[in-house]
């Protein structure tokens, strides 16, 4: 793993109506306007940062735009009285293909296909080296622009999974052997 110049944490969103409904939501269609946090997603958050000192004011987000990450960095940025939050389309959830709306069940039929192949699309899933290519990039434009900072990337879970390997020196085809993040789980990925 090369030395960065920043620290970088994952931080999935807090529970959404998605995961309450028990459904996939990766359409950018529907993501970014719909499936919301719930009153317990909400909640969830605000205890997670209560238990984090590493954060503060000068704290870097950076999130997806989905509505559930969207609304999960605005709580960060509030309580801790932190600048605007930058949002970045690469950080969006994993798009699922034809099992978009259907029940989660239909995730572990794509991991079954990562730990084979994971450049190769499943039932129009984005294949998780490329969700890793393009989360890593967002590391790397980063690296280029800010130098000393604690940056807090506000995401969803197979994306934030496929970025630690990446932190990790892992293929992408490794990321269900990493530890879970839950909804609202927070993680430093380096430092």
């Given at each position: 793993m090369e030395v960065l110049k920043n620290t970088y944490y994952a931080f999935r969103h807090g529970q959404s109506?998605?995961?309450?409904?028990?459904?996939?939501?990766?359409?950018?269609?529907?993501?970014?306007?719909?499936?919301?946090?719930?009153?317990?997603g909400r909640e969830q958050v605000r205890t997670r940062l209560a238990a984090i000192s590493a954060f503060?004011?000068?704290?870097?987000?950076?999130?997806?735009?989905?509505?559930?990450?969207?609304?999960t960095a605005e709580i960060?940025?509030?309580?801790?009285?932190?600048?605007?939050?930058?949002?970045?389309?690469?950080?969006?959830?994993?798009?699922f293909g034809d099992w978009?709306?259907?029940?989660?069940?239909?995730?572990?039929?794509a991991w079954k296909k990562d730990l084979f192949d994971p450049n190769?699309?499943?039932?129009?899933?984005?294949?998780?080296?490329?969700?890793?290519?393009?989360?890593?990039?967002?590391?790397q434009s980063l690296e280029e622009k800010q130098a000393g900072r604690t940056i807090v990337l506000v995401s969803h879970g197979d994306p934030l999974m496929l970025l630690q390997t990446a932190f990790n020196d892992l293929g992408p085809e490794h990321h269900?052997?990493?530890?879970?993040?839950?909804?609202a789980g927070c993680r430093k990925l380096n430092g």
């Open positions: 109506r998605a995961n309450v409904e028990g459904i996939i939501i990766s359409d950018p269609a529907i993501g970014t306007v719909e499936y919301g946090l719930t009153d317990e503060d004011a000068d704290t870097m987000l950076v999130s997806s735009d989905f509505r559930r990450a969207r609304e960060i940025r509030a309580y801790l009285g932190a600048a605007p939050i930058v949002f970045d389309i690469r950080l969006r959830e994993r798009f978009e709306g259907k029940a989660h069940g239909h995730y572990s039929k190769r699309e499943f039932n129009g899933a984005e294949s998780s080296n490329s969700v890793r290519s393009r989360m890593w990039a967002v590391v269900r052997s990493l530890p879970y993040i839950e909804t």
